[in-house]
């Protein structure tokens, strides 16, 4: 499976919203909702953030929240904090595990 | 608290081998699948070997079919990844992750920060 396509960067400030793109095909993302954002910040351990497209593990702040229409599932922050400033990647976990290929989001 | 901490990694030379180990604690280690994930140096995340909790299912990506082999030690909670022929494209940070289930889901809930493998003559 190819890698899902997100936007290299991104930027917002404090306050604001900003949507995260991550396009795939009708095999991953348009076909399933087996749907996985995750974060990174530099040296530290990625962080589950969004999992079946719009759920939020335990602790992940009601700030962050996904969605999904036909092949393009999108990750929103509103809210944006300084701690948000962090590399986030999508993922599809139907059949063999599929990354995109990370977006740098920029807190201004 | 779950805790997944990696070792093994260094600076190695190509053709080489080594053990990459990812000590768990804070969770019912058995109970769970693993899975490791590398990044490349300034690139992204990319899924490499995934184990059942039993250990008797294992899934490797294609790039590694034939030099990884992934294993788990029951006794001691500890997930391992061998590779042999090591290549300059290996080099990468390793991430150990812990999957929400007893099958290979891949869908991953837990991580390690990572041990960096360099591969360099």
């Known amino acids: 499976q190819s890698a899902l396509t997100q936007p290299p960067s991104a930027s917002g400030s404090p306050g604001q919203s900003v949507t995260i793109s991550c396009t795939g095909t009708s095999s991953d993302i348009g076909g399933y909702n087996f749907v996985s954002w995750y974060q990174l910040h530099p040296g530290k351990a990625p962080k589950l953030i969004i999992f079946d497209v719009t759920k939020r593990p335990s602790g992940v702040p009601d700030r962050f929240s996904g969605s999904k229409s036909g092949n393009t599932a999108s990750l929103t922050i509103s809210g944006l904090q300084a701690e948000d400033e962090a590399d986030y990647y999508c993922s599809s976990y139907a059949g063999t595990l599929t990354f995109g290929g990370g977006t740098k989001l920029t807190v201004l | 608290e779950v805790q997944l901490l990696e070792s093994g990694g260094g600076f190695l030379q190509p053709g080489g081998s080594l053990r990459l180990s990812c000590a768990a604690s804070?969770?019912?280690?058995?109970?769970?699948?693993m899975t490791w994930v590398r990044q490349p140096p300034g690139k992204g995340l990319e899924w490499v070997s995934s184990?059942?909790?039993?250990?008797?299912?294992?899934f490797y990506a294609d790039s590694v079919k034939g030099r990884f082999t992934v294993s788990r030690d029951k006794i001691k909670h500890t997930l391992f990844l061998e590779v042999i022929s090591l290549r300059a494209d290996d080099t990468a940070i390793y991430y150990c992750?812990?999957?929400?289930?007893?099958?290979?889901?891949?869908?991953?809930?837990?991580w390690g920060q990572g041990t960096l493998v360099t591969v360099s003559s």
């Open positions: 184990i059942s909790g039993s250990g008797g299912s294992t």
């Open positions: 804070g969770f019912t280690f058995n109970n769970y699948a």
């Open positions: 992750a812990k999957d929400v289930d007893f099958t290979v889901t891949t869908l991953l809930d837990n």
